[in-house]
């Protein structure tokens, strides 16, 4: 898949250019990878570089010039499920970092540790600065042990540690999404890092003025997983019923649907929607009382960071999360959001009860002061201008 061209653009010739690179492209769901190039596209030329690409947003795929290593090579490859391109762009990757190096970037801008070969590749061979954001996982890679793994999984686990360590070796500087997710990847082996919070867009995600509260709504959003806490604020639903009436509804997809679905069919208060397009996510939020994330523990890893949080308090709507990982810092503390034990959940139905039966006055306040936080301090806008310094600063 390939955006619009940039080598014969008179105005392009004269931006400095930067290659994104992602061992994979999916959008939906991983817009946060082409934020930054689409907020900044004004001031630098972007291209986007992947092993493999499925970009089912045209307003994207027509913004964004995208190299797909595996389209280029195997014409008619669209035809295949999305996870075997995977695969195969994976076996690319010297045809991937020779595509970076064509492009003649004056940075280069990996995302994840891990699918990184490409990028450090042509960061090498052109001597031009590298710039390596981790979001989660990644980060917990070398700290996995490989007692973790089964016999058959342990090769697979060992490639992935050299590459990730190959990044943080190589990466002019590492970015992470939170100060939680700095010390993390400090501890795993990355240097040189600072903490770049990602960012909203509080033009997409914003109040709608005329909504009036009918219905009090919990609104979870995120992959329906047992480490997301699905199940947590399933129970902290039920526990609040009857004395506190209310509707609670699950956006996403996952394992666990099934399950949740079960449990709607005996809850009739319970909504499980599935996977939803950003203007009904958008909606969503702007509609609901409040926004639940409890996410547990994942074998060592913890949340990174929580950009849904920022999403719903945006839209004006107070959050709820389990105090683990990086979501403290995606809100206000008592002020904007609120925090809970991780896997307390009396103290979850609590909380969420607490918020329910405040006046709608009460939450009107909430809302003003939560959209304030993300415009001023967690802000895509904030986040681009940061991105832009670094850029320029390393180009130097």
């Known amino acids: 898949m390939a955006g619009p061209p940039h080598d014969n653009i008179d105005t392009a010739e004269s931006l400095m250019r930067i290659a994104v690179a992602k061992g994979s492209l ?8 082409v934020a930054h190039p689409l907020a900044l596209a004004d001031r630098f030329d972007f291209r986007f570089f992947a092993g493999a690409s499925q970009v089912a947003d045209a307003g994207i795929s027509d913004r964004l010039a995208i190299e797909d290593t595996v389209a280029r090579v195997l014409p008619g ?20 970092a020779r595509a970076i190096s064509r492009f003649k970037p004056d940075v280069i801008h990996q995302h994840f540790a891990y699918g990184s070969t490409a990028a450090v590749r042509a960061a090498r ?66 240097s040189r890092l600072r903490v770049h919070y990602q960012g909203v867009d509080t033009e997409l995600f914003r109040p709608d003025g005329g909504t009036v509260e009918n219905e009090l709504e919990i609104l979870f959003v995120g992959r329906l997983t047992e480490t997301k806490g699905v199940f947590d604020l399933l129970e902290a639903s039920r ?58 523990v994942n074998g060592r890893a913890r949340e990174a960071a929580g950009l849904v949080l920022l999403e719903a308090q945006a839209s004006g709507t107070p959050v709820v999360a389990y105090a683990s990982g990086g979501t403290p810092e995606m809100m206000r503390a008592g002020d904007t959001g609120w925090l809970v034990a991780e896997g307390d959940v009396a103290s979850l139905a609590h909380r969420i009860g607490s918020l329910l039966e405040m006046s709608s006055a009460d939450r009107a306040d909430i809302a003003v002061r939560a959209r304030a936080f993300v415009v001023a301090e967690r802000s895509l806008a904030r986040s681009a201008e940061e991105l832009d310094s670094i850029y320029k600063e390393l180009a130097r």
Request: proline fraction near 8%.
């Open 125 to 190: 061979d052109l001597r031009i600065p590298l710039v390596l954001t981790v979001h989660g996982g990644d980060a917990f890679v070398p700290l996995t042990p490989l007692s973790a793994r089964n016999l058959a999984g342990r090769p697979a686990l060992l490639r992935m540690q050299r590459e990730v360590g190959r990044a943080f070796q190589s990466a002019t500087l590492t970015l992470a999404v939170s100060a939680y997710l700095a010390d993390v990847a400090a501890s795993a082996g990355a």
């Open 26 to 33: 999916l959008i939906p769901p991983t817009y946060f990878a």
């Open 239 to 296: 526990y609040l019923l009857p004395g506190v009436a209310h509707r609670l509804t699950y956006i996403g997809d996952g394992p666990e649907r099934a399950r949740l679905a079960a449990a709607a069919d005996v809850h009739p208060h319970i909504r499980v929607l599935g996977a939803q397009s950003s203007d009904n996510v958008r909606a969503a939020m702007r509609r609901a009382s409040l926004l639940v994330l409890p996410t547990r």
């Open 77 to 96: 490859s669209g035809a295949l499920p999305v996870r075997r391109r995977e695969q195969i762009g994976a076996l690319l990757t010297p045809m991937t």
